[in-house]
């Protein structure tokens, strides 16, 4: 049994830095990489406070998911990685903007380290098209 694998790549959300694609969509699902809070348009970390740090993270994760046909309000499940999870209700509270209604399953943990020294990480699974 084959699936059809598309990868999906998106100007509007920061580029891969190395072997791994933005995205991958099949026929039921897409599968974003993590994405960290690099401002697509300048290529750097720009956001510092963990509140606008997980509001890039998010305009991320649903560029990749808008440029496979999907979007936030599709997402199934979500995985956060944070660096500290005193930051949780920060974090809690600005992915509430996101998804108001019938948030997606969720997973957070925590974590050492992340890319370029930021304090949150995030990839998704959502319904495609």
């Known amino acids: 049994m084959s699936t059809k694998r598309e ?16 995205g991958i969509v099949t026929e039921e ?3 974003t990489a993590g994405q960290i809070p690099i401002n697509p348009a300048s290529g750097k970390v720009e956001a510092e406070s963990i509140e606008d740090q997980t509001r890039q993270v998010l305009r991320n994760v649903d560029a990749v998911l808008r440029a496979a046909g999907s ?9 956060v990685f944070m ?3 005193g930051d949780f209700q920060l974090m809690n509270g600005v992915y509430a903007e996101f998804f108001p209604s019938d948030p997606p399953a969720r997973s957070a943990v925590q974590v050492v380290a992340l890319p370029l020294g930021v304090q949150i990480e995030m990839e998704a699974i959502a319904l495609a098209r």
Do not use: C, N, R, W
């Open 7 to 22: 990868i999906i790549a998106t100007t509007e959300a920061p580029g891969a830095v190395g072997p791994y694609s933005q």
């Open 29 to 31: 699902l897409v599968f």
């Open 71 to 79: 979007g936030l309000h599709k997402v199934v499940k979500m995985t």
């Open 83 to 85: 660096t500290d999870l």
